[in-house]
């Protein structure tokens, strides 16, 4: 059998048994076992062997719990709620002033948690009501907390760029500043697109009325402050010891897992079942990462072994377009792939694939790594797996539609295909913090 055609069928029967609701790490280590045997004989074993071990000791990776507990800690600290309130009085009095305020605290929020689930729900059964209550257009108030929650797979520290370094051989410190400037220019391009909409259809986002924002001023900065500072301390606890290169990946993610029970219990929300929720729930998410982690790098031997890597650079390669057209041709695939796959299942089956083909043509690995990134959270507002979507549909009131969140998110997906141009023509928007960190 040709080598081709192995690849052609390894790569259909991974998607077939995705598409079909298997779980992915089944589906990739199955497979991986089956083609594994019956091309190379029973020394791939041998191979998932050193693959979980060389995942079990990756040293990186350990950040990945300390990062999703961090973020427990942070959703359940009150934070959310006193930032929320702080800027509901502050920007409510403008028109789409409730959803400037969901796009900026998700922002905060991304930055202090760094996934997106927690994000998106926290967020939005606090600020989705508000809206609705006010007359906002429906599909604008659940478009502005799908974008927002988005947000936070990408602005670090992000579990997707802990998970995305070792697979790519990347430092995720760096990886961490690259993804800063784009973040926060989508956070500012979700905000100017709500606040231009607004101004122009002033019934889609009312302001509030001025007896709800009757405060006094100082009462609002000190609410403003308060509620900012916490979460200000902890992202500079993380992301400025890896910048001045004081610490490392993982010694900052153990800094912000212990700085978010510090906040936790200044909130006096520290309680024995909060610290157990949190275990929990940081063990569920942690050990998915891993099995999937495991069973994609035991896939990626077997792929590798059988010619597998080269049949598909030399695919995207001799494409007809140069660099650029196949870098778009990625770009456009990986739009494709999210409509189906999460990203986690992306990074850990696509990524490998696509980094040796933009190293091959001269790509910055930093800049390539982070454009991927950002395309990737196009596939949490694209139909039909549209994650950020089933996120808010779990907390919608009655009266929202379905039809009203996939309406709203769609401008948002159209600022996100902007977002990605603006990285390509503009690489400095991803290489400029990196380029300073001190080693």
Known sequence: MSIELIVLLMLVGLFVGVFLGFPTAFVLGG????????FSGFEVFGFFVVRLEGVMKNYTLLAVPLFLFMG???????????????????????????GISTIAISALFAAATGVVGASEVTIGLMALPAMLSRNYNKSMACGSVCAGGTLGILIPPSVMIV??????????????LGAVVPGVMLALMYILYIGIRCY?????????????????VGRKIFLLLTSIAPPAVLIFAVLGSIFFGIAAVTEAAAVGALASILLAAAYGRLTLGVLKEACLQTLQITSMILMIAVAASFFATVFVS???DE??????????????????TIMVL???VGMFIDWIGIVFIVVPLITPIAEALGFDPIWFAVLVMVNLQISFLTPPFAYSIFYLKGITPPEVQTTDIYKGVVPFVGLQVVGVVLCVLFPQIITCLPGLMIK
């Open 306 to 308: 059988l010619g597998g």
């Open 31 to 38: 497979l991986a076992m089956i083609f594994g045997v019956i």
């Open 311 to 328: 049949v598909i650079s030399n695919l995207f390669l001799n494409l007809p377009f140069g660099k650029w057209g196949v870098l778009a």
């Open 163 to 176: 998970v995305y370094g070792p697979i790519a051989n990347l430092s995720v410190g760096k990886l961490f």
């Open 334 to 336: 990986l739009i494709v």
């Open 72 to 98: 427990v800690f942070i959703e359940k600290s009150g934070v959310a709620e006193r930032l929320f309130s702080s800027l509901y009085l502050l920007l409510g009095g403008l028109r789409g002033g409730l």
């Open 200 to 216: 122009f259809r002033p019934e889609d986002g009312p302001p509030m009325s001025r007896e709800e924002r009757d405060v006094p």
